[in-house]
């Protein structure tokens, strides 16, 4: 019997992925640490309306219309020829699994006629069979949020975890071997810094929806995952597919109106009250979210930047929710977007919505392979700020809640199996620290970490730095000790409002080469800012992951998923490939140990290679 203690770990972010994580490693007997940014449900999970996809078939009263062929078959159509084959595999076999496992934790799904009866499944965009469940009608995450937090504050009661409200992650503490040995964060009033070590870190931190001015994203997702793990040599992925849902309400704060909306009847139209998208594309307003989004702002801006209209006035189905008025219909189904909707003084079944694209999903991230593991040891990712492969160019709807659930589940297996070969806890040392090996295509691809020694020679690279140019380390240095950043005079101080109108017209919805170099140009203009408090690590984040997002988007010249370009408007079957970035620290005086401490905001990315996938 070991006398070690049991491996530590820390779980960064508290929506479905990084609870499932955290609880997951909790039942293998791990020492596990939660931290939450903000409250411990201020989360994108708790924002999600749509649903959670899933296979119900093997389940009690599941609906036998679908199948595994099914579901891959539409995931891998939204991802257009970026999804890695296996991990939608993964994803789809697993879901019942997911499922039965929220079940178990209270999640308390909708159902025809009671605790017995079918689930009510839902059908959304791009979807080919109903097989959305909500909860709540339209508060699917936040009941899921609900159920995983009851069951992680069970936990820290009954002393199994700990959980550190209102800590901010500022950057990941490498070991000996560039292994991850903790986090630097800023906890309470007053943004204390503190380090965390431990044995394995996972990454839950969400996305980067405040790269833009219009998000339906929580104000915490400010990409703080993806920043900290490029400055520790992580490689990232499909940066430049960034999913703009169609249909945000056009006022401040953009709430959602969810697209099971459009699923139950709702249609889309200009000022002139015509309907448009049946000329589009097929399936008109259940086509996939990009092909929605861009065609919502091209008739916002062919009318004067007056937004689209959404028409939920003629909706009241037969079926489950179909009984009575237009009015009593709406509120029942979708009762937390009735709420918003009529606090903003609308009648949405007397009047149409007015709609605008804003920025509600990051398919890239850090990569990692299929269990969550990233390409620095001891590093694990999972839900958004992860790229598994899962979502390709373009998300499927309904899919992430899912992917936070299932993945989640995988990487507390994965941290467990790694302990097993790990020394003894507390003392960094892996037994197998090899780099994690990316299956593309059936290809075994291996991606080593920045910095080690010999990536040089195991890639093929373009040094490109596409508008992210270098500039000395000792003239943009990120101190941590709050000290002032020497400044050059060629540089503005970072403007967050400016920096997302900046990212918005040229890295938004609609693309192209003059657009994306004027935005790099921008980007290279804005000073890092200094500091250890909350506010200036946001920035520093969101600056990192914004030039990282239009050095990618400038990379990609063809249009793909959510990445559209409309100087190159056609996708390229030659370029059915992602892409894998690392950020490239600048050459330095300054001795490497002493950098770690300063976290480099300098430098370019690279690419380690462009390989083909699916």
Known sequence: MSTHPAPRVLVVGTGVAGLTAALGAVRHG???????????????????????????????????????QLHVRDTLAAGAGTCDDDAVRVLVRESAAAVDELVARGVGFDREAGADSPWLEGLEGAHSVPRILHAGGDATGREIQRALLSAALAAAAAGRLAISRHTMLVDLVLGPGGRAAGALVLTGPGDRPRELTADAVVLATGGAGQLYPHTTNPAVATGDGVAAALRAGAAVADLEFVQFHPTALAAPGCFLVSEAVRGEGAVLRDATGRRYLEDVH?????????????????????????????????????????????AEFLARRFPTIDAAL????????????????????????????????????????????????????????????????????????????????????????AADDAPVSLVLSGRAESLP????????????????????NAVPVDEDTEPVDGEAVPFDGKTAPFDRA?????????????????????????????????????????????????????????????????HFREDFPESDPARAWRTFWLLEPVPSTTPHHELTSEHVDAGMFDIPERIPAC
């Open 342 to 429: 009529r606090a903003h003084g609308l009648d949405w079944s007397r009047e149409p919505v007015p709609v605008t694209p804003a920025a509600h999903y990051l398919m890239g991230g850090v990569a990692t392979d299929g269990l969550g593991r990233t390409t620095v040891p001891g590093l694990y990712a999972v839900g958004e700020c992860a790229a598994t492969g899962v979502h390709g160019a373009n998300r499927l709807a309904s899919n992430s809640l899912l992917e936070g659930a299932v993945f989640g589940a995988r990487v507390a297996d994965a941290v467990q199996a790694d302990a097993l070969r790990t020394d003894a806890p507390g003392t960094g040392r």
């Open 30 to 68: 791990l020492d596990v640490t939660l931290l939450s940014k903000d409250a411990l449900d201020e989360t994108s999970t708790a924002r999600a309306q749509g649903g959670i996809a899933a296979m119900t078939a093997a389940l009690p009263a599941g609906q036998r219309r679908d199948s595994e």
């Open 449 to 468: 970490a920045a910095g080690r020694p010999g990536i040089a020679a195991a890639r093929s690279r373009s040094t490109a730095p596409f508008g992210w």
């Open 282 to 326: 097929p399936l008109a307003e259940l086509a996939p979210r990009d092909v929605v989004a861009r065609e919502n702002v091209r008739r916002s801006l062919a009318q004067g930047g007056r937004p689209v209209l959404l028409d939920c006035t003629r909706m009241a189905p037969p079926g489950p929710h179909g009984s009575g008025t237009t």
């Open 498 to 562: 400016q920096f997302q109108d900046a990212m918005w017209a040229g890295a938004g919805v609609l693309r192209d080469r003059a657009r994306l170099e004027a935005l790099s140009r921008r980007l290279a203009d804005f000073r890092p800012p200094a500091g250890l408090s909350r506010r200036a690590v946001e920035d520093r984040n969101l600056l990192t992951v914004g030039r990282a997002v239009t050095a990618a988007a400038l990379h990609r010249t063809e249009s793909r998923g959510a």
